[in-house]
């Protein structure tokens, strides 16, 4: 059955790579109803570039981590990209209680254009039937480190910060630069987030 709604389907990833390495995928656009890229567990070395999103939820690491998997991803490289009308714009997202690491990760040159969500880290990530395991782990997860944000535009839709780092106390990110970050702010727009995130006193966006 076809059909014919002319909202997006929901839960539609465009590009999952899980349990792989060295890949390259390049020169694509996309509309989708999820996550335009998904970088999940068991990934080493790869590098997306060139490739515009439409809609969805953005280019994303995760999420990784759930019912207590033990997850690693290293060396994921996010280049010259854009992504229209996302929910999310550039994103790591893990579960509370999860195992492993995500290290290396670079998103560059990557333009967003009217986000809700554009720089978001989050060790907190968890589905709605899922909020009693995730409050009771909220206190652990991945460790996070490693992270570049590098050459970030674009405009957000004013109900979120542009800049929302939320890692866990035990296990807090490491590691993380930011680095022209520009994306133009509306009238509604709150302060950056930074919480257990270590150095962010010394990260200049961390106190706007």
Same mark, same amino acid.
């Given at each position: 059955t076809a059909s014919t709604s002319s909202k997006p389907a929901k839960n +539609?990833?465009?590009?999952?790579? $899980?349990? $792989?390495?060295? %890949? !390259? #995928?390049?020169?694509?656009?996309? +509309?989708i109803g999820d996550d335009c890229t998904a970088i999940n567990g068991g990934? +080493?070395?790869? /590098?997306?570039?060139? !490739? !515009?999103?439409? @809609? @969805?939820? &953005? #280019?994303?690491v995760g999420s990784l981590g759930k019912g207590g998997a033990d997850d690693t991803v290293? +060396?994921?490289?996010? =280049?010259?990209? /854009?992504c229209n009308n996302c929910q999310n714009g550039v994103r790591v997202k893990t579960w509370p209680g999860g195992k492993g690491s995500v290290s290396? *990760? !670079?998103?560059?040159? *990557?333009? =967003?254009n009217n986000v809700e969500n554009p720089v978001i880290v989050t060790t907190h990530y968890c589905d709605k039937n899922q909020m009693s395991y995730c409050t009771k782990n909220a206190d652990t997860s991945l460790a996070i $480190? &490693?992270? /570049? #944000?590098?050459?970030?535009? &674009? $405009? *957000? /839709? &004013?109900?979120?910060?542009i800049i929302s780092i939320d890692c866990s106390t035990k296990t807090p990110c490491t590691g993380f630069t930011l680095k022209g970050?520009? %994306?133009?702010?509306a009238s509604a727009t709150p302060k950056n987030v930074c919480t257990n995130l270590t150095g962010s006193n010394k990260i200049s966006y961390c106190s706007v």
């Open positions: +539609t990833d465009a590009l999952d790579i $899980s349990s $792989s390495k060295n %890949i !390259i #995928f390049r020169n694509s656009e996309m +509309t990934v +080493t070395n790869v /590098t997306l570039s060139k !490739i !515009i999103c439409n @809609g @969805g939820h &953005g #280019f994303s290293k +060396t994921v490289r996010v =280049l010259d990209s /854009t290396d *990760v !670079i998103y560059k040159n *990557v333009h =967003l $480190s &490693g992270v /570049t #944000f590098d050459t970030i535009t &674009g $405009s *957000v /839709t &004013g109900k979120k910060p970050v520009d %994306i133009k702010k």
